[in-house]
C-alpha cells in the first residue's frame, strides 16, 4: 500500500457514539486530513453499554462473551456497517474512495496487568459488509510484547506534530486527549514520543451528573458553572496509587469510581470532577523529559471550560485547543486509527517502550479482506 485514503472508526472508551475520520496518508509523514463524521449512540443504546461493562468483569479470556456482551457486540458491528455507509457517500461526493478501515471497537475491559483487553466489535463481518479492508484489534499484539496496550494514538500525535504550521511548531509540545480517560503524549524535537494515560477524563463527570442530574453530560460546564470544587476530594483521587508510578501507564474506565465524590452537590460534583481532570492532566508532567512549551487539546474534554481554564491556569505554558493550531479535536482519535491501519498493512510499528512499556516497538492489529 502506498498513499492512499483510510477510514478511522473510533467508540473506544467513550458511551457517546462512533466517530468516523478519513485520512490520506503513507503511515509515516504525510497526513492530508479529509472529512469526519458522527454517529450519536441513542439513550437506550448507551444504557446497554453501560451494563455491557459489568457483563464484561466476568472475562478472563479475551474470546468470552459474558451476559448480553454477544448479543451487544453484534449490534456494535452493525451500527459501524450502518456509519461506514452513510460516511462513504458523503466521500463519495467530495471524490474519495477509501481502500482501508482502521476499526477500534467499544472496549468493555482493559486489565494492563492481566495483558487482557477486551474491544467489542467483528472486524470480519465490518470488512464482508462494507467491502473494504478492515485492520482491528490493533491492542492485543502490544500486550504480547509486555505493553500496556494503551494508549496507541502517539504514533499519530507525533506526526502531527512534525506538520504543524512553523508558527505553531514550539518542542517540546503535548497533546492531551481529554476522552472517557485522558491520556498525554509528550514530543520533543527528537526521539520516540512519551505517552501515557494521565488519570479520569470525562467519564467520572458523566457519570456524575446521569446519577445526580439525569442528563448524560454536563454540556458546556454548565452544571459545574454554579458548583464549587471540593479541593479534598481532588486530593483524596490524587493520593490513588496510580498517579505514583512512572509511565507507561494505562487505566480501565471503571479503575477510577464516584465513591470519593459522595456527599457532594450536583453541582459541586461536577465542579470537582472537572478539577480532578485537569489536576490528573498537569500531574502528568512529572512523567515528562521536560515541561511543555505547547498543550494542544484534543477530545471532548477539551469543550468543557472548567477543565481548560483549570488548565491554563496551572500549566504556566501556552494551552490551545487542537483547532487554534489548525487540526481537529474531535476527529484526531478517529483519525489515528486510520494513520495506524496504513502503518499495520505496511508493517510499521504503532506502539514503542515510551508509549505504552512493550519490550520494543511494535507493530499489530488483524488484518481482515472482504
Keep these: 500500500m502506498g498513499v492512499e485514503w483510510a477510514i478511522g472508526l473510533m467508540s473506544g472508551t467513550s458511551m457517546d457514539g462512533i466517530d468516523l475520520a478519513a485520512i490520506?496518508?503513507?503511515?509515516?509523514?504525510?497526513?492530508?486530513?479529509?472529512?469526519?463524521?458522527?454517529?450519536a449512540y441513542d439513550a437506550a443504546f448507551r444504557s446497554r453499554l453501560e451494563r455491557a461493562l459489568s457483563d464484561a468483569k466476568a472475562i478472563v479470556r479475551r474470546d468470552?462473551?459474558?451476559?448480553?456482551?454477544?448479543?451487544?457486540?453484534?449490534?456494535?458491528?452493525?451500527?459501524?456497517?450502518?456509519?461506514?455507509?452513510?460516511?462513504?457517500?458523503?466521500?463519495?461526493?467530495?471524490?474519495?474512495?477509501?481502500?482501508?478501515?482502521?476499526f477500534h471497537g467499544q472496549t468493555v475491559l482493559h486489565r494492563p496487568a492481566e495483558a487482557?483487553?477486551?474491544?467489542?466489535?467483528?472486524?470480519r463481518k465490518l470488512a464482508n459488509e462494507t467491502g473494504l479492508t478492515v485492520i482491528y484489534d490493533l491492542r492485543a499484539n502490544d500486550?504480547?510484547?509486555?505493553?500496556?496496550?494503551?494508549?496507541?494514538?502517539?504514533?499519530?500525535?507525533?506526526?502531527?506534530?512534525?506538520?504543524?504550521p512553523e508558527a505553531e511548531r514550539r518542542f517540546p509540545v503535548c497533546f492531551v486527549n481529554i476522552g472517557g480517560i485522558s491520556n498525554v503524549t509528550w514530543i520533543g524535537e527528537t526521539g520516540d514520543p512519551v505517552a501515557f494515560?494521565?488519570?479520569?477524563?470525562?467519564?467520572l463527570i458523566d457519570q456524575w451528573v446521569a446519577r445526580m442530574g439525569g442528563v448524560p453530560f454536563d454540556a458546556d460546564g454548565r452544571i459545574a458553572a454554579s458548583g464549587r470544587m471540593a479541593e479534598a476530594v481532588v486530593k483524596h483521587y490524587l493520593a490513588s496509587p496510580f498517579f505514583a508510578k512512572r509511565g507507561p501507564k494505562s487505566l480501565d474506565r471503571l479503575d477510577f469510581t464516584l465513591d470519593e465524590a459522595e456527599g457532594l452537590s450536583l453541582e459541586d460534583g461536577a465542579r470537582t470532577l472537572a478539577a480532578l481532570s485537569a489536576a490528573a492532566i498537569l500531574k502528568a508532567r512529572e512523567n515528562m523529559p521536560a515541561p511543555p512549551k505547547l498543550w494542544i487539546l484534543c477530545g471532548g474534554g477539551?469543550?468543557?471550560?472548567?477543565?481548560?481554564?483549570?488548565?491554563?491556569?496551572?500549566?504556566?505554558?501556552?494551552?490551545?485547543?487542537?483547532?487554534?493550531?489548525?487540526?481537529?479535536?474531535?476527529?484526531?482519535?478517529?483519525?489515528?486509527?486510520?494513520?495506524?491501519a496504513v502503518r499495520s498493512l505496511?508493517?510499521?510499528?504503532?506502539?514503542?517502550?515510551?508509549?505504552?512499556?512493550?519490550?520494543?516497538?511494535?507493530?499489530?492489529?488483524?488484518?481482515?479482506?472482504?
Design 24 to 39: 490520506r496518508t503513507d503511515g509515516e509523514r504525510l497526513v492530508d486530513r479529509g472529512s469526519s463524521h458522527f454517529v
Design 64 to 102: 468470552e462473551r459474558p451476559g448480553d456482551l454477544a448479543s451487544v457486540e453484534a449490534e456494535i458491528t452493525d451500527r459501524h456497517v450502518a456509519a461506514v455507509s452513510a460516511f462513504r457517500g458523503k466521500l463519495a461526493a467530495e471524490g474519495i474512495e477509501p481502500k482501508l478501515i482502521g
Design 116 to 123: 487482557l483487553t477486551v474491544q467489542l466489535g467483528d472486524g
Design 143 to 164: 500486550m504480547t510484547h509486555g505493553g500496556q496496550g494503551a494508549p496507541l494514538v502517539p504514533a499519530y500525535h507525533a506526526a502531527l506534530a512534525n506538520s504543524l
Design 197 to 203: 494515560d494521565s488519570g479520569p477524563g470525562n467519564a
Design 302 to 340: 477539551r469543550k468543557n471550560p472548567h477543565i481548560f481554564s483549570d488548565l491554563v491556569a496551572g500549566a504556566g505554558s501556552l494551552v490551545k485547543p487542537a483547532e487554534d493550531v489548525g487540526l481537529d479535536g474531535d476527529a484526531m482519535e478517529a483519525e489515528a486509527w486510520a494513520y495506524l
Design 346 to 370: 505496511k508493517g510499521l510499528p504503532i506502539t514503542f517502550p515510551t508509549t505504552t512499556g512493550c519490550r520494543e516497538a511494535v507493530s499489530g492489529g488483524v488484518l481482515a479482506r472482504p
